[in-house]
């Protein structure tokens, strides 16, 4: 059985949902998992829960039983939670995450689309993620940011600054290099700010 098939089986067996398999050098087998999502239990944004140190225990001892039975060939196995810039690998994560801020990096460069408003190069961008409406019907994904200068530590910054204007980018999923989310470090909560920071 392959690799895939083997984990991928063993992982949602035990009611997790398997979000990432990596192959390291020197024998490592990483693992990342992550709770099952449905739309129907969908929390506000920055609420979900997170994976535990006990749930990714007994997904590794699940894990070596399964791989030695199937003579997989590896030194070292690691299973973890996704981590604070979790990837988004298909429509259900997209949807899964929809209000969080996220970094996404395009295949190929904006060009002449982006119409001057950013760098035809640009590749990279961080804002807000959101449902694209087309006709009024859900359509593709779009993210939404500011392009505001980097504030220095301690620097004040006037309360009458004008903003700068929120910028919006569609993107389907094809388009896509990657897309993980923005690992924001707040201490009063991820979902405490609903300001998107600055690209």
Known sequence: MALQQTVEQTVTGLGYQLVEIERSAGGLLRITID???SPEAAVPAGAYATVTVEDCEKVTRQLQFALEVDNVDYRRLEVSSPGLDRPLRGEEDFERFVGEVIDITLKAPMGAAAEGLVHANRKKFRGTLERAETAGEPGGWQI????????????????KRVPAPLQVLGFTLDELREARLAPIVDFKGRGASKESPSA
């Open 35 to 37: 709770l099952p999502w």
């Open 144 to 159: 939404v940011w500011r392009d505001e200068p980097q504030v220095k530590p301690g620097q004040k910054v006037s309360k």
